[in-house]
């Protein structure tokens, strides 16, 4: 359980870092790669509160 939740906060980390790092003309959510971080994230937090 740890551990799964040091790896959300991990990933989290490295998404923020991603979006800092984006071009500012061209906004995140303009990215498909955003909306499948997103999907991740979801899939993560489900996994979360079904082991706990």
């Known amino acids: 359980m740890i551990l799964v939740a ?8 490295v998404l923020a ?8 003309n061209r906004p995140a959510y303009a990215r498909p790669v955003f909306y499948l971080a997103l999907v991740v994230a979801a899939l993560i937090v489900g996994f979360i509160y079904h082991s706990a």
């Open 6 to 13: 040091g790896l959300v906060v991990f990933l989290l980390l």
């Open 17 to 24: 870092l991603w979006l800092l790092s984006l071009p500012a």
